[in-house]
C-alpha cells in the first residue's frame, strides 16, 4: 500500500459548523502533514506531526485543531471557519529520515 | 521571503523535445530538493529528488540538476509526452521534515 487517502473529497461547511477532514496511510511513515493549498498557489504547510507528536505548527489559527490518533491517521478538525478558509486542504505523509513526502488526492473545502 | 522560486509560470514545448523546468533558491542550508507534478483537483505527485550532496539524479525520462554554487536546481524530461502537461512544483528542505515550495510552472505539451 503506498497511498495517502483522503476524506471527504468534498466539503461544504457553514460558519457555524464542526467538521473533520481525515488522513489515512499505511506506509509505516512516522512523518504526517496538513497542507492548504489555494487556486494557483503552491502548498502551505499548516501542521507537521512526527511520532504522533506536533512538532511544527505553522501559526495556523485555532479554529483549526489537528490530531493525530495513532501513526496511520491523521485528523483536521473545523471549526467556525471563514469563506477566506475555503482552499484545497493536502496530508501527505514520509519516513521521518527520508525526505520524499507522499500526498494524497486532498480535500475540497467550502467554507459560505 | 520567498526561498524557493520558479520564475517562469507557465512553458509550451512540442511533443518528443526536451522540457527544462527551473528552480532558484536562496537558502543554503537546504539539503534536499523534490519535484512533484500536480494534475487539477489531485495532490501532488512526488516525482524525483536529489540531495545536496550529488549534482544529478536520473529517473527514466527524468533527470534533476542540482548547481549548489548557483542555488539553482532544472527538471529535464526528455522525451516529453501529452501527459506530462501538469504544473510542477519545486520544493527543498532543511533538516526533517519541512518542504518549501515554490510558486509552479505551468507546461503545456503541444502534439
Known amino acids: 500500500d503506498t497511498e495517502v487517502t483522503q476524506t471527504p473529497k468534498h466539503l461544504v461547511m457553514g460558519m457555524t459548523n464542526k467538521k473533520s477532514l481525515k488522513c489515512e496511510q499505511h506506509?509505516?511513515?512516522?512523518?504526517m502533514y496538513w497542507y492548504k493549498q489555494k487556486a494557483k498557489k503552491p502548498p502551505e504547510l499548516m501542521f507537521v506531526?512526527?511520532?504522533?507528536?506536533?512538532?511544527i505548527n505553522e501559526s495556523v489559527p485555532s479554529r483549526f485543531s489537528p490530531e493525530c490518533p495513532n501513526s496511520s491517521l491523521l485528523n483536521l478538525h473545523l471549526h467556525a471557519l471563514q469563506p477566506e478558509d475555503s482552499a484545497l486542504y493536502l496530508c501527505?505523509?514520509?519516513?521521518?529520515?527520508?525526505?520524499?513526502?507522499?500526498f494524497g488526492p486532498g480535500t475540497r473545502l467550502t467554507v459560505l | 521571503d520567498q526561498q524557493v522560486k520558479q520564475n517562469s509560470p507557465s512553458l509550451s514545448v512540442q511533443e518528443g523535445r526536451i522540457s527544462i523546468l527551473n528552480c532558484d533558491y536562496t537558502?543554503?542550508?537546504?539539503?534536499?530538493f523534490l519535484w512533484y507534478k500536480k494534475y487539477p483537483a489531485e495532490g501532488p505527485t512526488f516525482l524525483i529528488s536529489?540531495?545536496?550532496?550529488?549534482d544529478k539524479n536520473e529517473d527514466g525520462r527524468f533527470t534533476v540538476f542540482l548547481n549548489k554554487s548557483a542555488k539553482h536546481l532544472s527538471l529535464h524530461i526528455v522525451p516529453s509526452q501529452p501527459g506530462d502537461s501538469a504544473v510542477y512544483f519545486c520544493?527543498?528542505?532543511?533538516?526533517?521534515?519541512?518542504?518549501?515550495f515554490g510558486q509552479g510552472t505551468r507546461l503545456t505539451i503541444n502534439p
Open positions: 506531526y512526527s511520532y504522533e507528536k506536533l512538532s
Open positions: 537558502n543554503s542550508m537546504f539539503d534536499y
Open positions: 536529489i540531495s545536496s550532496i550529488k
Open positions: 520544493a527543498a528542505r532543511r533538516g526533517a521534515q519541512k518542504l518549501v
Open positions: 506506509m509505516g511513515h512516522r512523518a
Open positions: 501527505a505523509s514520509s519516513q521521518v529520515t527520508v525526505a520524499g513526502a507522499f
